[in-house]
């Protein structure tokens, strides 16, 4: 059992509210999953030649000590890609010229405990392990500004507790993904991906599904088709909440097993799995409240 959230902010000058509007979604979803927690937001994007890394060192001996001003500079004596810091902790965001691949492959190398969340010109990924609460504050969610974010409390069922097995999941750059529920054929896709040089970094059913999907958008599908193949490919009980740098999705499985409501006004669009995450946001007593319908394609954009 895990608890989903996703808001998507439909006016501009709303962007600056957006993590002051999802902690108490996220919080509200603590009895779902109180091993940790994760969020995804999407800011207004970079420039076309510059890209940004999610990166977190608690799993190095320093922690929340780490020195990552001496890591971006060893980055530009390196690479010389103009890298640029903005450090929270034990996570950073690290923004950068040029393509993402160069700098997160020498990220890995000098220092491999590091672990890269996530890549892109708009996504930055935080999550931990703790509760909804402890990651939100050390994290700082409630200034997070965007258009849009996905999040993620967990009850872990197949996996360990540590913060790479966390959601949100990424691959490829600004594509994330969060999951309730659990499918049945992870190792199938596994199977049929490291062949086209997919690499895994955890044993995760989620990731699997979130590299699916991402492959699939990469060879060429759009989101609509890409969500198809998912039904068709994957096997078990999921609610499946994806964030793009200008939509959220949402599709659940053909049975419906795992909760999912849908708060919709002129404002925003509000996702949860219960509706107790979604009561104090603003005009909701007049929002269009439903339940996503099974094997169904729900797609939101800015």
């Known amino acids: 059992m895990c608890g989903i959230v996703g808001l998507l902010l439909k006016r501009p000058e709303l962007q600056g509210q957006l993590g002051e509007l999802m902690v108490p979604m996220l919080i509200g ?5 109180p091993d940790s927690a994760g969020m995804a937001v999407f800011t207004p994007p970079l420039d076309e030649g510059r890209r940004k890394l999610s990166l977190y060192a608690g799993l190095t001996e320093r922690g929340e000590r780490y020195d990552w001003p001496a890591l971006v500079a060893a980055l530009n004596t390196a690479l010389q890609v103009d890298a640029a810091l903005a450090a929270h902790g034990n996570q950073a965001v690290v923004t950068f010229s040029g393509a993402a691949e160069p700098v997160k492959a020498w990220v890995l190398a000098t220092d491999p405990v590091l672990h890269v969340m996530s ?10 392990i703790g509760s909804p ?3 939100a504050q050390r994290y700082a ?3 997070l500004k965007g258009s849009h974010l996905v999040g993620h409390t967990r009850m872990a069922t197949e996996s360990a507790v540590t913060p790479d097995r966390a959601h949100p999941f990424t691959a490829g750059e600004d594509f994330c993904l969060v999951h309730n529920g659990s499918l049945s054929n992870p190792n199938a896709v596994r199977r049929m991906l490291e062949p086209r040089g997919i ?3 955890t044993d995760n059913d989620t ?3 979130c590299r699916f999907l991402e492959w699939r958008l990469r060879e060429g599908d759009d989101l609509p088709s890409a969500l198809q193949k998912v039904f068709e490919v994957l096997d078990g009980f999921y609610t499946f909440l994806m964030g793009t740098p200008t939509e959220l999705a949402l599709i659940r499985d053909p049975f419906a097993c795992k909760p999912a409501v849908v708060a919709e006004t002129d404002d925003y669009v ?4 219960e509706f107790r995450s979604l009561a104090h946001l603003p ?3 007049h929002a269009r409240v439903f339940e996503p319908a099974p094997e169904e394609m729900y797609v939101w954009k800015l």
Do not use: C, N
């Not at 979803?29 to 999953?33: E, L």
């Not at 509000?270 to 799995?273: D, E, F, L, N, Y």
């Open 199 to 201: 690499r895994f970094d």
């Open 283 to 285: 005009g909701v007593k």
């Open 207 to 209: 990731e699997a599904a």
């Open 133 to 135: 609460a402890q990651v």
């Open 29 to 33: 979803m603590s009895d779902r999953g």
């Open 141 to 143: 969610f409630s200034k």
């Open 119 to 128: 890549a892109g010109r708009r996504i930055e990924l935080y999550k931990d």
């Open 270 to 273: 509000a996702i949860a799995s």
